[in-house]
Structure formats: C-alpha cells, structure tokens
C-alpha cells in the first residue's frame, strides 16, 4: 500500500500587528555608502518591496532566517505602524519557503511605492546587520 501524503506549509495570522516589525535584505547597490544607511531605492520595488514580517520570533532569527536566503549586505527592520502611517499597505504573501514572506505596497491599487513615502519609511528604518 502506498501512502500519499501532501504538504501543506504552515501559514501565520493574516493580520500583521501594528507592532510587528519588517525586515528588509539590503544589497549593496541599495546602500547609501555616504551616509552610511539604506538608501531609498531599498524601499523601491515595481513587484512590491519584500519584507519578512516578525511574527512571533526573534531579532536573531529574523536576521538568520534572512541571511540564510541571501548574502544581504545589510538588513533593516521598519515597524509595520510607521509604514501605515505613511499610507503604504502591507500584505502577508507567504510563498512555499518562506511563511514570513509579506510585501509593502503604496495602496491596494499600485504596487511600486512613489512620492516620499520610500525615504520616510527608509528613514525610520533600523539597521540591524551589516556585514
């Protein structure tokens, strides 16, 4: 007898807390070498700007679990409150390896974020890793 089992990934809350924070893998041609932070580009992304949303662990496993995908330059986290404080939306799109996944969009009918919002948000962002 053969058994067939389907795998069915674990999925989060829906609802993203306010005080959840994003994290965001940086690569070096987003990173303002001169003033030594994310440049704005970082929160610029015509296909969402992707964010590993917090849920319930911690800073080192966010910034392990990030690593672990990508060489990252740098890695910053924004809290969920100040992108909605800036009108950007967030959207919990978990993909098949990776429940965190979510994405920042500028409202529910464009995508790729405009005007000022990237540099504010980019602006209460906080560095968490470099290499």
Not at 56 to 72: G, P, Q
Not at 82 to 106: A, F
Request: one cysteine or more; proline letters at 3%.
């Amino acid at each position: 007898m053969i058994l067939l089992v389907s795998f069915t990934p674990k999925k989060l809350n829906n609802s993203i807390n306010n005080n959840e924070f994003l994290y965001r893998g940086i690569i070096e041609i987003n990173w303002d070498f001169q003033n030594n932070r994310p440049s704005s580009a970082t929160f610029k992304d015509s296909k969402g700007v992707s964010v590993d949303r917090e849920a319930d662990r911690t800073e080192k496993e966010c910034i392990d679990f990030l690593k672990s995908s990508k060489d990252f330059f740098s890695i910053c986290k924004v809290k969920a409150e100040s992108v909605r404080n800036r009108n950007g939306i967030i959207k919990y799109l978990p993909i098949e390896k990776n429940i965190y996944h979510s994405e920042i969009h500028d409202s529910e009918e464009r995508v790729q974020m405009r005007g000022s919002k990237p540099k504010k948000i980019r602006d209460e962002s906080i560095v968490v890793y470099n290499k």
